[in-house]
């Protein structure tokens, strides 16, 4: 069975600012979660302790979220635990500001 946190701490989050306005959705659901006119979610998890084989799909813990050092960049990263294993994943959005929300 797959332990999906991620999105559910996501949405926590994007409750927190407001997002819910006139009726909730599915953060995976909203028109800012793409880049470049596709979807960013989910990311490709690459594990980052000696596990080659990226995972694919809504899995793991989500423990970390980590903004990008490069100014202005409208990307963030996510660090999750599956199964004793850690990955990471990349957000890309095309709204800077909608970016931003998630890391500030």
């Known amino acids: 069975m797959?332990?999906?946190k991620v999105l559910d701490v996501l949405l926590l989050r994007s409750l927190q600012l407001g997002f819910c306005l006139g009726g909730c959705m599915k953060l995976r659901a909203?028109?800012?979660m793409s880049y470049r006119g596709v979807s960013?979610?989910?990311p490709v998890w690459v594990g980052t302790n000696h596990k080659n084989e990226p995972?694919?799909?809504e899995v793991?813990?989500?423990e970390d979220v980590v903004p990008s050092?490069?100014?202005?960049a409208s990307r963030?990263?996510?660090r999750i635990e599956d199964e004793g294993w850690r990955y990471v994943g990349c957000l890309?959005?095309?709204d800077l500001s909608f970016c931003r929300q998630f890391t500030n």
Do not use: D, S, V
């Open 2 to 4: 797959l332990h999906n």
């Open 76 to 78: 963030f990263f996510l």
């Open 40 to 42: 960013n979610w989910p």
């Open 55 to 57: 995972l694919r799909g």
């Open 69 to 72: 050092q490069t100014e202005n």
């Open 30 to 32: 909203h028109p800012l």
């Open 60 to 62: 793991g813990i989500l």
């Open 92 to 94: 890309l959005f095309e």
